[in-house]
């Protein structure tokens, strides 16, 4: 039987997919413009070399596309995450010359063939979220790869949320961790 936690997580997890599917695409693309603005001028980033970024799901997700060129262009290492059987997740080396590899529900991952990055390697990871609290928690997708994966991670965490899903509280358990800093596209918030 699901706890009183996964159910509000899922319902939570429900409304916000409705709320961003209900927003028009140029205001996401305008948020997006917004989030990875506010993301760039971090001096963390300025200071990473290699930062764990994602490959956002259309219209679940900030289209990161656009913010791993810039990264890119700036001669930042990015890894993507690889999902793992039993809920595990592996971080590779992006490379803009080899095509990612749908594997289902929109997800985009590179291949086997991409270096492996260590987590020790990682200065930085930008974590994805279906929405983000002001305490700077997050509410996941519902597989818990993050959540493990974060577990022993020592680099600094980003946050992007749009403002109109920006929740006043998630709801959390004790292997949920938060990031050090939320970006929306007119907040910061540092934890």
């Given at each position: 039987?699901?706890?009183?936690?996964?159910?509000?997580?899922?319902?939570?997890?429900?409304?916000?997919?409705?709320?961003?599917?209900?927003?028009?695409?140029?205001?996401?693309?305008?948020?997006?413009?917004?989030?990875?603005?506010?993301?760039?001028?971090?001096?963390?980033?300025?200071?990473?070399?290699?930062?764990?970024?994602?490959?956002?799901?259309?219209?679940?997700?900030?289209?990161?596309?656009?913010?791993?060129?810039r990264l890119t262009a700036r001669g930042k290492k990015i890894g993507l995450p690889r999902m793992?059987?039993?809920?595990?997740?592996?971080?590779?080396?992006?490379?803009?010359?080899?095509?990612?590899?749908?594997?289902?529900?929109?997800?985009?991952?590179?291949?086997?063939?991409?270096?492996?990055?260590?987590?020790?390697?990682?200065?930085?990871?930008?974590?994805?979220?279906?929405?983000?609290?002001?305490?700077?928690?997050?509410?996941?997708?519902?597989?818990?790869?993050?959540?493990?994966?974060?577990?022993?991670?020592?680099?600094?965490?980003?946050?992007?949320?749009?403002?109109?899903?920006?929740?006043?509280?998630?709801?959390?358990?004790?292997?949920?961790?938060?990031?050090?800093?939320?970006?929306?596209?007119?907040?910061?918030?540092?934890?």
């Open positions: 039987m699901p706890s009183t936690i996964d159910v509000e997580k899922k319902q939570l997890r429900k409304q916000v997919r409705a709320q961003l599917a209900a927003m028009d695409p140029k205001a996401l693309e305008a948020g997006d413009e917004a989030l990875f603005e506010a993301f760039l001028a971090l001096p963390q980033v300025e200071a990473a070399g290699t930062i764990f970024a994602f490959w956002g799901i259309q219209g679940k997700e900030p289209d990161t596309k656009k913010l791993i060129a793992l059987p039993e809920h595990q997740m592996e971080v590779r080396l992006y490379d803009p010359d080899k095509p990612l590899i749908s594997v289902g529900f929109g997800i985009s991952e590179p291949g086997e063939d991409c270096p492996l990055l260590k987590k020790e390697d990682i200065d930085l990871i930008l974590v994805p979220a279906v929405c983000y609290d002001r305490r700077g928690y997050r509410l996941g997708f519902g597989g818990g790869y993050y959540d493990r994966w974060l577990e022993h991670f020592e680099g600094f965490r980003v946050g992007l949320c749009r403002g109109a899903v920006l929740q006043d509280r998630v709801p959390t358990e004790a292997h949920d961790s938060r990031v050090d800093v939320l970006i929306t596209e007119e907040e910061k918030f540092s934890f």
